[in-house]
């Protein structure tokens, strides 16, 4: 079946550009999380979404950094006013519940030039 | 809070060597273990999990057993193969959703 599907692939943009990246999870699924995969940091959670609670954005690094769930499905992660720092894969996950296993995508490369 | 701690890379072995690659978790309670394996060019794949003491995991020929008294999850198997390589996470969820990931241990397999 289809698994976690995220666009793009690769970004490359200027520093200070905003970039949106997307997140579409598997079907059913109602836990949506982001992660960020980076050199220096390793794997660091962002932010939690679940069904229509209020999400856990206590990973997020910064106010630059925002994301929303419409519907309970698709995902957006913004980050606004991009510093060389934002450079890493990011990455989402999605299980059944929240003590399910967590499927991940193949991650965005975005690189800030 | 919340640590993984796991054996730092890379490793390097040939085609039906014995794979052990060590991974501890520090956490309040028990918490749920996980390996995660990265291909190259891919995303994480979940490889095994262990939900409490003495569970063990396996899949694809490869094994780890969750040790209560230590709150260790070796990896382990027993021949690798060359499509074998790729990076390995381990990861650990205590009594909310988060996963916290070890640094992870790339290796290397060769024929």
């Known amino acids: 079946g289809a698994g976690v599907s995220q666009s793009p692939s690769n970004k490359v943009t200027e520093k200070g550009k905003d970039v949106e990246l997307r997140c579409d999870p598997i079907?059913?699924?109602?836990?949506l999380y982001w992660y960020r995969q980076s050199l220096g940091q390793g794997l660091e959670f962002l932010i939690y979404f679940q069904g229509n609670s209020a999400p856990d954005k206590s990973g997020l690094p910064s106010d630059r950094f925002s994301a929303e769930r419409t519907g309970g499905s698709v995902s957006t992660l913004t980050i606004q006013r991009t510093q060389q720092e934002d450079s890493a894969v990011y990455l989402c996950?999605?299980?059944?519940?929240?003590?399910?296993?967590?499927?991940f995508g193949d991650g965005t490369r975005l690189s800030i030039l | 809070g919340n640590s993984v701690t796991q054996m730092e890379g890379p490793v390097t072995l040939s085609e039906e060597a014995f794979l052990t690659i060590n991974c501890t978790y520090t956490?309040?309670?028990?918490?749920?273990l996980f390996w995660y394996v990265q291909y190259p060019g891919e995303g994480l794949q979940l490889l095994l999990k262990?939900?409490?003491?003495?569970d063990k995991g396996s899949n694809k020929g490869f094994e780890a057993t969750y040790r209560k008294e230590t709150t260790s999850f070796h990896l382990e198997k027993g021949s690798v193969q060359v499509s074998d390589s790729a990076v390995y996470f381990c990861?650990?969820?205590?009594?909310?959703?988060?996963?916290?990931f070890g640094k992870g241990t790339l290796l290397t397999v060769n024929p």
């Open positions: 990861a650990g969820r205590s009594s909310n959703y988060k996963l916290t």
């Open positions: 262990a939900t409490k003491a003495d």
């Open positions: 079907s059913g699924h109602t836990a």
């Open positions: 956490a309040t309670g028990y918490p749920s």
């Open positions: 996950a999605s299980s059944l519940g929240q003590y399910q296993p967590q499927h």
